[in-house]
């Protein structure tokens, strides 16, 4: 027979959650035996409680085994690249649905496919996650630092855009400050803007913003302005000799919109509501713009 590890009862137990949503220790050890192991019913209730905690389950006793379950549903998400030799594997965890691409290094998305996967919740999809993880791992796949800009999901979503070029970029901003010049006093704005950058003309200043937290218009220019609101704030004496020009402020986690639009006419629009804007969004149109 043989010989029974933790991961072994982990895989076992999150089979059940998949398929069910729920599992017992007697469940676990009676389909471990069937599939060969050496399962001691104390042991696998150990390492069934260790995996509880571990992975916070729930469950209640019904006297004589315990019943698991993954309780209530929350967001999980998680993204993880792994390799193995000359191959690859990528996956990506957001909510009830599970993405998973594979191939060889080097392949490009045209050439492989991404496999979609959604459950009923998200701890469910999370149990399968997690699963798959152990399994890649005793497969002798090692997890490294993912070489791509966007994240698997939204590069699979928006495939089809990053076939073609761009000619332009505009991005929305909301509570965006303003400095500029008027008579002998320097003014203080708050408002919201739209920017903007001709492609592939300005392609290198639109990436550099794109890498950036906060930034201002000295060190990085763009093609056009639009004024969507705009209210003083503050108004001081001009001390400053030279400002000719007006000054803007940008953070970029104020960000609301971007749209590009494509030589066919196209718009994509991408909102910074659906996604997290550094982790998500900017990621995105940095692969989009390549």
């Not at 060969?36 to 209640?60: C, K, N, P, R």
């Not at 496999?115 to 009923?120: A, D, L, R, S």
């Not at 590069?155 to 500029?180: A, D, F, G, H």
């Not at 986690?253 to 066919?264: D, M």
């Amino acid at each position: 027979m043989k010989t029974l590890s933790l991961i072994d009862i982990q895989l076992v137990a999150h089979e059940h959650f998949k398929k069910r949503g729920f599992t017992t220790t007697l469940d676990v050890k009676n389909d471990l035996r069937n599939k060969g192991f050496h399962a001691i019913q104390s042991e696998v209730s150990l390492w069934m409680d260790e995996l509880a905690t571990e992975e916070e389950w729930d469950y209640e006793s019904n006297g004589t085994f315990r019943m698991y379950s993954l309780g209530d549903d929350e967001h999980y998400s998680a993204t993880l690249y792994m390799v193995k030799e000359n191959l690859f594997w990528e996956g990506e965890l957001h909510g009830q649905t599970v993405w998973v691409t594979h191939g060889a290094i080097g392949s490009t998305m045209q050439n492989r496919t991404v496999h979609e996967h959604t459950f009923p919740k998200s701890r469910i999809a999370w149990a399968n996650w997690k699963q798959i993880i152990t399994r890649n791992y005793q497969h002798g796949f090692k997890s490294l630092e993912n070489p791509f800009i966007a994240r698997l999901r939204l590069r699979s979503l928006y495939q089809n855009y990053r076939l073609q070029n761009p000619v332009s970029c505009l991005i929305s901003y909301r509570n965006t400050k303003k400095y500029m010049a008027k008579g002998n006093q320097w003014v203080e704005m708050q408002g919201n803007y739209v920017l903007g950058w001709e492609l592939p003309k300005q392609e290198k200043e639109l990436k550099r913003m794109l890498r950036k937290k906060e930034w201002n218009s000295v060190q990085v220019s763009f093609q056009t302005v639009h004024v969507h609101h705009e209210e003083t704030s503050h108004k001081e004496p001009l001390l400053i000799e030279d400002l000719s020009q007006p000054i803007m402020e940008i953070d970029n986690s104020n960000i609301y919109e971007i749209e590009l639009s494509y030589p066919n006419g196209e718009i994509l629009y991408l909102s910074a509501y659906d996604w997290q804007w550094e982790k998500e969004l900017l990621p995105l149109v940095r692969w989009l713009t390549l």
